[in-house]
């Protein structure tokens, strides 16, 4: 059993910046990635930032330069920061990971959405 939780989302004026945290608890041995994905009514979800348990991390060129993915493993949480946010980056945003629940099984799970509003 795993499940993720994330967090951080809001309303943000043009230019601001936000914090979104993904925490994964539950039964499990190790998170091999952790990814951040967003979507908007209507669209496809969209890859937004992967990050691999070896550092690897790699970022939607609509956001590349804006935002940071990291990961802590002594916490099981990933974060996702983002600056200079645009009207367009407006979305539920979601957190995906891959989990080992044992050795050779893998699990992937999916948080329920934070909602990151870019207004004025």
């Known amino acids: 059993q795993v499940q993720l939780a994330e967090s951080g989302g809001g309303l943000v004026q043009p230019g601001g910046s936000l914090r979104l945290s993904c925490a994964a608890s539950g039964s499990f041995v190790s998170i091999n990635f952790m990814d951040w994905y967003r979507q908007v009514v209507g669209k496809e979800r969209e890859l937004v930032a992967r990050?691999?348990?070896?550092?690897?991390?790699n970022y939607a060129d609509s956001v590349k330069d804006r935002f940071i993915i990291s990961r802590d493993d002594a916490k099981n949480t990933v974060y996702l920061q983002m600056d200079s946010l645009k009207p367009e980056d407006t979305a539920v945003y979601y957190c995906?990971?891959?989990?080992?629940?044992?050795?050779?099984?893998?699990?992937?799970?999916w948080g329920q959405g934070t909602l990151v509003t870019v207004s004025s």
């Open positions: 990050i691999t348990d070896d550092g690897t991390k």
């Open positions: 995906n990971a891959k989990a080992r629940v044992r050795i050779g099984r893998y699990v992937e799970v």
